[in-house]
Nanobody
Framework: VQLQASGGGLVQAGDSLRLSCAAS????????MGWFRQAPGREREFVVH????????NYADSVKGRFTISRDNAKNTVYLQMNSLQPEDTAVYYC??????????????????WGQGTQVTVSS
């Protein structure tokens, strides 16, 4: 699987962005997907997870109520709508395919085929 993340940019606090993650190479619709982010000097952290159908989603507390994940399996694409962005949301955002089910959806080690990341910068 190859993942291509896009949609990042420089915005002001309170603005919105929509990230996209386009997948190719395998049956995208069979896999759970996740978004993670990594800020400078910090470890990669979980943002959101969606089941293969999109029927189940899980959000980090820090983004709950502001971010929304969705997927279009016909287009092999998962989206992350980010509203009310804050400076602390500044990070490189990565999408990934969940292949492991021995642990929790919020553990990065459960994921593989990481995209290249897209930079989100929120100014105050």
């Amino acid at each position: 699987v190859q993942l291509q993340a896009s949609g990042g940019g420089l915005v002001q606090a309170g603005d919105s962005l929509r990230l996209s993650c386009a997948a190719s190479g395998r049956t995208f619709s069979s896999y759970d997907m996740g978004w993670f982010r990594q800020a400078p000097g910090r470890e990669r952290e979980f943002v959101v997870h969606t089941s293969w159908s999109g029927g189940s989603t899980n959000y980090a507390d820090s983004v709950k109520g502001r971010f929304t994940i969705s997927r279009d399996n016909a287009k092999n694409t998962v989206y992350l709508q980010m509203n009310s962005l804050q400076p602390e949301d500044t990070a490189v955002y990565y999408c990934a395919v969940r292949l492991g089910y021995s642990g929790s959806y919020y553990e990065s080690k459960q994921y593989a085929y990481w995209g290249q990341g897209t930079q989100v910068t929120v100014s105050s």
